[in-house]
């Protein structure tokens, strides 16, 4: 084990017995006692930030006590939920992340400082966004199966906003359930993709629904699946991947709060109670709607599920197309 790897562990300083007095001791105090820190790790700006932003303002009405956004970004999100995991675990630190730092660090950074695994402590989802395949509209064909079909005929490029990004490994996995090799191009940021899909210079993107929309609408690119499990209200007539012919597909951005391991379960319990109650708040979900998210809560149990499922299958990607960012 490496010296980094022992500095990011919580120390185990008390005894036996001084541990099992403290914990209940903490889980009936009141909480929360102060404002609490919620941690984004990423930087001010981001589509994570601005749902972190909407969903502290009403947290902090049901909790009593302010919910303050921290941007801590750097590392693809890792320094952001390190610093949570090193953060006492009493529920006054806590991290907003979307899935690819929790879920696909780990098997993309050397020496990451962290188990998601084994500490954080899963709360609630918050959001999804979800993701389409598009291409230029002057590219030969009408639906995915076409597609497909051409792919394996010659090499066509897609663009993503960055190796090792959500948009980047749904590609990835749409090479692995499709059974082709489009050639991934990657950029420094989605912007710049966009910009060249719309120039003809790349075929396709994997994109999210709130960037893709107006431009499908607009004619300016064609949309052929979507990324989800099940149709979006936004686009009613695509279909999705498994719906079109690619089975065992289905990907998209999703955010959940974590707590660090330890964090008391009353704690855990009145977080993903008063995460439930915000994000059923119309005023919110319309908020976040207005954002580009769809409005999503959990409990810690399925939350943890779904982790588990998408660090599994995230893994397979990452080995099999041979993604490394650091």
């Known amino acids: 084990m490496t010296a980094r790897l022992v500095r990011g562990r919580r120390p185990l300083l008390l005894t036996a017995g001084a541990g099992l007095l403290a914990a209940p001791a903490l889980a009936q105090a009141p909480w929360p ?3 609490v820190r919620l941690v984004v790790p990423f930087p001010a700006g981001g589509g994570t930030d601005v749902v972190a932003r909407i969903y502290a303002a009403k947290m902090g009405a049901l909790l009593g006590q302010p919910m303050v956004v921290d941007n801590r970004g ?4 890792n320094f952001g939920i ?3 995991v090193r953060s006492p675990a009493d529920g006054h630190a806590l991290v907003l992340s979307s899935n690819g730092p929790v879920a696909v660090n780990r098997y993309l950074y050397r020496d ?3 188990d998601p695994s084994r500490d954080l402590a899963p709360v609630s ?3 999804r966004i979800e993701q389409a395949l598009v291409v230029r509209p002057d590219l030969p064909v009408a639906s995915l199966a076409e597609f497909i079909a051409l792919a394996r005929r010659q090499e066509l490029h897609w663009g993503s906003g960055g ?3 959500t948009l980047h490994l749904a590609g990835e996995l749409f090479n692995l359930r499709a059974g082709v090799k489009l050639a991934h191009v990657p950029y420094r940021g989605s912007a710049p993709a966009t910009n060249d899909l719309l120039a003809g210079t790349i075929d396709a993107m994997f994109d999210s629904l709130p960037s893709c929309v107006p431009l499908i609408r607009a004619g300016r690119v064609r949309v052929l699946a979507l990324c989800a499990a099940r149709r979006h209200p936004l686009l009613p007539e695509v279909p999705t991947m498994r719906e079109a012919g690619v089975a065992d597909y289905a990907t998209g951005t999703w955010g959940a709060v974590f707590a660090p391991s330890g964090t008391p379960a009353p704690v855990i319990a ?3 109670a008063a995460t439930r109650q915000a994000l059923a708040d119309p005023a919110t979900r319309d908020q976040l709607a207005r954002a580009g998210g769809d409005a999503e809560s959990s409990t810690p149990e399925e939350l943890a599920a ?3 499922t998408e660090i599994a299958m995230w893994g397979q990607v990452v080995r099999e197309a041979g993604i490394t960012a650091g």
């Open 82 to 84: 390190e610093h949570v």
């Open 33 to 35: 006692q102060r404002a």
């Open 74 to 77: 750097g590392a693809g999100g």
């Open 163 to 165: 190796t090792g990004s």
């Open 270 to 272: 009145r977080l993903a």
């Open 112 to 114: 990451l400082p962290f």
């Open 125 to 127: 989802l918050t959001f």
């Open 306 to 308: 779904l982790l588990r």
